[in-house]
């Protein structure tokens, strides 16, 4: 089993549709949680940190369920530019070791 | 450009030759990963660095590859004796290793390898 699985893709929404991504994990002594963008034969960039209370950053809204091992990404009223690879990272303690999730991949059309 | 740099960009070479990529961190970060991507995979973490002292590797890092971090500055990764299952693109990222931070790691361009 994978440390960390997200759902298959590829996502393929209208604009203005809202999208979820799923993401769960198998260190439960993991401690910190991200979800990073990656396009095109770009490097990946923080989207945002995942925190227990939930989070929100204008149209994205995370979510981590510690119990269940499980972090969401909520994507609102998508945006062509938000077609791109969606990464869910997992940190453990001390914060080096880290864990990609091998992404979603979301396209967004007109 | 106060970014992560990597360099080459792209490198192509033949099976059984050495390569070695260099990752400059931003200036301020003391912790330097290394990363190996694949199409269609996340990073996979290979190995990192608190300063110039090697803390973490992942069996992923066979004996072939080294990285090496000499002045807690600039990082280089060697790749010895290529094989066609190095082809990936390595990425660099940096951090700063203050307790109390999220510990956000920046990523580089990247180095594309290709061994033919």
């Known amino acids: 089993r994978k440390e960390v699985e997200q759902d298959p893709g590829p996502f393929n929404v209208p604009e203005g549709a809202t999208v979820a991504f799923n993401c769960t994990y198998s260190?439960?002594?993991?401690?910190?949680f991200f979800w990073y963008r990656q396009d095109c034969r770009k490097e990946p960039k923080l989207l945002m940190s995942?925190?227990?209370s939930g989070n929100e950053d204008g149209r994205f809204t995370a979510q981590l369920n510690r119990a269940s091992q499980y972090i969401s990404l909520l994507i609102r009223d998508s945006k062509l530019s938000d077609s791109a690879t969606y990464l869910c990272?997992?940190?453990?303690?001390?914060?080096?070791?880290?864990?990609f999730g091998a992404g979603t991949r979301l396209f967004v059309k007109a | 450009d106060t970014g992560v740099s990597q360099n080459p960009r792209h490198k192509i070479t033949k099976r059984g030759q050495n390569v070695t990529f260099r990752c400059d961190p931003i200036?301020?970060?003391?912790?330097l990963y290394w990363y190996r991507q694949t199409l269609g995979q996340g990073p996979e973490f290979l190995t990192y660095?608190?300063?110039?002292?090697?803390?973490?590797k992942s069996r992923l890092l066979s004996d072939r590859f080294s990285a090496e971090r000499p002045k807690g500055s600039f990082s280089t990764l060697e790749i010895q004796r290529t094989e066609q299952g190095d082809s990936a693109m390595y990425l660099c990222?940096?951090?700063?290793?203050?307790?109390?931070?999220?510990?956000?790691?920046?990523f580089g361009p990247g180095t594309r390898l290709t061994v033919t």
């Open positions: 990222a940096s951090s700063l290793g203050l307790v109390g931070t999220t510990y956000e790691q920046y």
């Open positions: 260190n439960s002594a993991s401690q910190s």
């Open positions: 995942v925190y227990s």
């Open positions: 990272v997992v940190r453990d303690t001390g914060g080096f070791k880290t864990i």
């Open positions: 200036s301020e970060h003391n912790r």
């Open positions: 660095f608190q300063n110039e002292a090697q803390l973490e």
